[in-house]
């Protein structure tokens, strides 16, 4: 059980119709529950407040959309402190746990204090050049170096803490938190962790030696990949929306952030049923006389 919400903050994907059209019957039914509302300014063509000004004033914030949104509202939620409750208006939807057409009984249940809070532990990727300037972002899934060209390959000499593991020549590197060990991480054939378990996973791309295999490191370490010269120019990328040009001999370091982003869920445990659904992992294959 969590504290019923006093002021719900509304955000969504501004480019989807459906986004449009549902917020204003949203808004006047969380009103008639004698709750207030408050709507992010891309919703609303500019009348609302900017998204780092309504995570500051809301209980919650509701997210409208699919996990790019999520992602998007994740890093503003998580400084302000702000617990978020998604609503899947996209496709796949791993991160928004709860369909369009369970919004009303969903939000009777959020209104309730019935649902349960879900602790992620985000990413940080921060860059030091040679000339010392720095650079960083903050990630719920993942940060990824590649190159510029993404017909090339990088090469980096990786560290985890102070030892050294070897010099990747692959595609690029990718530091995903559980949460996003189901994106980019496990295309690339990264395992999949549960997203409350407190590690990083680190998985090459395309590597180009059977050596360097995915590995799960404790949220104590630090993942370090320096940019060797010889390769393509390389960029890090964060969350997929996030990204800094890299130069030769640049270091990025990879940690867990600082902050965390709360979940709200209805039940605990979805995340295997929602592996389930929506990869269709661990099934069967159906029988010859299933098939007939």
């Known amino acids: 059980m969590t504290r019923p919400p006093r002021h719900v903050g509304i955000f969504g994907n501004r480019e989807k119709a459906e986004v449009r059209s549902l917020v204003p019957a949203l808004s006047r039914w969380i009103r008639k529950q004698g709750i207030r509302v408050s709507l992010e300014a891309g919703i609303t063509r500019g009348r609302g407040l900017t998204l780092a000004s309504l995570v500051k004033k ?6 409208l959309g699919g996990d790019g949104t999520m992602l998007h509202a994740a890093r503003a939620a998580a400084q302000a402190g702000v617990p978020i409750f998604g609503i899947n208006l996209g496709g796949l939807g791993f991160l928004t746990e709860t369909s369009e057409d369970q919004l009303y009984p969903a939000l009777e249940r959020l209104f309730r204090g019935d649902v349960h809070t879900e602790r992620r532990l985000m990413v940080e990727a921060r860059v030091k050049s040679r000339s010392g300037r720095t650079w ?9 170096i590649h190159a ?12 985890v803490g102070p030892t050294p593991i070897g010099t990747l020549v692959a595609d690029g590197l990718i530091v995903a938190t559980p949460t996003g060990s189901t994106a980019y991480s496990l295309s690339a054939g990264g395992p999949i962790v549960g997203p409350t378990i407190e590690a990083l996973i680190a998985t ?9 295999r995915p590995l799960l490191v404790p949220v104590g370490e630090t993942v370090v990949a320096r940019v060797r010269a010889g390769h393509a120019p390389a ?9 800094r040009p ?3 001999d640049d270091e990025v370091t990879f940690r867990r952030a600082k902050a965390h ?17 929506k990869l269709a992992w661990a099934e069967l294959p159906r029988t010859r006389a299933a098939r007939r």
């Open 58 to 63: 809301v209980d919650v914030l509701l997210v």
């Open 136 to 144: 960083s972002a903050v990630g719920l899934n993942d940060a990824v």
């Open 148 to 159: 510029r060209d993404r017909s090339r390959v990088v090469a980096l000499d990786v560290r």
């Open 204 to 212: 090459p791309i395309s590597p180009h030696t059977f050596a360097f």
């Open 235 to 243: 960029a890090v990328t964060v969350d997929g929306q996030q990204s």
């Open 246 to 248: 890299l130069s030769f």
């Open 261 to 277: 982003v709360d979940l709200l869920v209805l039940e605990r445990g979805t995340f295997y049923e929602v592996l389930r659904t």
